[in-house]
């Protein structure tokens, strides 16, 4: 079972729809949560942490439950920028210092 | 341009050759990070360094593999004997671990991506 688990999609979705991406993860111990976004060929990079209490940043909204093991992503009100690869990310655990992906989920948002 | 450098862009060997790739971390971060990303995979890890001390490798990091960060600022990965199995995006990334202000984010750099033929 890999540690940390994505549909990989893809999701098409049109302008203006919400779209919610989901994770598990293996590692009951791991401790640090994020969503990374990576463009076509391009480095990942930071979206945003994702903490238990649920956080919210313009259009996207993270959630976390530490008991399911799970971690989602909402985009709202989608825009044609939004399209890319949504990688799941979490941290700690067996170690302090890497980071463990996804497989990542391809979203395309079209017009 | 203050990010992650990384240095060649992009490499094309022949089986059987080594290989050096070179990163560059943001400045004031004292940990670098080296992973590998196949096409349709998230990065996977495979090393890291808190200023020159290699603290951790994975076991995806075959003898064949072996980083340095001398000075405990830029690190070069190097493969010897490369495989096609090698062929990948090789990604850097740096962190600013330990200070209050910091959230110990990593940040990547642009990647060097390896062809072996």
């Known amino acids: 079972r890999k540690e940390v688990e994505q549909d990989p999609g893809p999701f098409n979705v049109p302008e203006g729809a919400t779209v919610a991406f989901n994770c598990t993860y293996s590692n009951s111990a791991s401790q640090s949560f994020f969503w990374y976004r990576q463009d076509c060929r391009k480095e990942p990079k930071l979206l945003m942490s994702v903490y238990s209490s649920g956080n919210e940043d313009g259009r996207f909204t993270a959630q976390l439950n530490r008991a399911s093991q799970y971690i989602s992503l909402l985009i709202r009100d989608s825009k044609l920028s939004d399209s890319a690869t949504y990688l799941c990310v979490v941290k700690g655990g067996t170690s302090y210092g890497k980071l463990t992906f996804g497989q990542g989920t391809i979203l395309t948002v079209h017009p | 341009d203050t990010g992650v450098s990384q240095d060649p862009r992009h490499k094309i060997t022949k089986r059987g050759q080594n290989v050096t790739f070179r990163c560059d971390p943001i400045s004031e971060h004292n940990r670098l990070y080296w992973y590998r990303q196949t096409l349709g995979q998230g990065p996977e890890f495979l090393t890291y360094?808190?200023?020159?001390?290699?603290?951790?490798k994975s076991r995806l990091l075959s003898d064949r593999f072996s980083a340095e960060r001398p000075k405990g600022s830029f690190s070069t990965l190097e493969i010897q004997r490369t495989e096609q199995g090698d062929s990948a995006m090789y990604l850097c990334?740096?962190?600013?671990?330990?200070?209050?202000?910091?959230?110990?984010?990593?940040?990547f750099g642009p990647g060097t991506r390896l062809t072996v033929l």
């Open positions: 990334a740096s962190s600013l671990y330990g200070d209050r202000s910091s959230t110990d984010t990593q940040y």
């Open positions: 360094f808190q200023n020159e001390a290699q603290l951790e």
